[in-house]
């Protein structure tokens, strides 16, 4: 199985900060990389697709880039609502797997 | 808009088996997409169970393949999930996910996703 692993594993920031989250893979993976957003009780929401495609209805603060073993997700300028565990997912091989989760916390 | 909602036992017995239906509304559980399972246990991360087609097609992760069971009704536009012998190993909130597919031909962009999820229900094993 490819292992994805984020990095760092929680972060406190404020509103309005830039936030970066990154996700190794074990091997490369060309760009079959998506980022979810997951708030407790609520259903995982997909950000990105294909690494670097924002899906339809998200903001475009949120961004992601990379490619091979190395992705990037970032948030331009933070809002109150981005407050939630994010969560990277490989779809290169069987089966897909999924990070370990970066939790961002207020500040 | 897709909507997906679980439903099912929120406590099942150790060595029995556990049965979730994840009901799929705002569209057909006949298009090209994949109808997926994905769990979290208690302070851990997401793990893919399996996932099937309208046609009953399925792909397991291997390391639950001897224990899950898909199937799909069209008529109801519901999938379901069995895992059995569980343990308490197996308590999680389980979720179920369409899984579907991109394809650009003027790029050759492809990529899959899980577009769609369901709120997830937890399911305790415990005696």
């Known amino acids: 199985d490819i292992q994805l692993t984020q990095s760092p594993s929680s972060l406190s920031a404020s509103v309005g900060d830039r936030v970066t989250i990154t996700c190794r893979a074990s091997q490369s993976i060309s760009t079959y990389l998506n980022w979810y957003q997951h708030k407790p009780g609520k259903a995982p929401n997909l950000l990105i697709y294909g690494a670097s495609r924002l899906q339809s209805a998200v903001p475009s603060r949120f961004s992601g880039s990379g490619s091979g073993t190395d992705f990037t997700l970032t948030i331009s300028s933070l809002q109150p609502e981005d407050f939630a565990t994010y969560y990277c997912?490989?779809?290169?091989?069987?089966?897909?797997?999924f990070g370990g989760g970066t939790k961002v916390e207020i500040k | 808009q897709v909507q997906l909602q679980e439903s099912g036992p929120g406590l099942v017995k150790p060595s029995g088996t556990l049965s979730l239906t994840c009901a799929v509304s705002?569209?057909?559980?006949?298009?090209?997409?994949?109808w997926s399972w994905v769990r979290q246990p208690p302070g851990r991360g997401l793990e893919w169970i399996g996932e099937?087609?309208?046609?009953?097609?399925?792909i397991f992760n291997p390391s639950l393949r001897s224990r899950v069971t898909l199937s799909v009704d069209k008529s109801k536009n519901q999938f379901s999930l069995k895992l059995s012998s569980v343990t308490a190993a197996d308590t999680a909130v389980y979720y179920c996910?369409?899984?579907?597919?991109?394809?650009?031909?003027?790029?050759?962009?492809?990529?899959?996703?899980?577009?769609?999820w369901g709120q997830g229900t937890l399911v305790t094993v415990s005696s």
């Open positions: 997912q490989q779809s290169y091989s069987t089966p897909p797997t």
């Open positions: 099937i087609y309208h046609s009953g097609s399925t």
């Open positions: 705002g569209g057909s559980i006949s298009s090209s997409d994949w």
């Open positions: 996910a369409r899984k579907t597919y991109y394809f650009e031909r003027s790029t050759y962009f492809s990529a899959q996703s899980f577009d769609y």
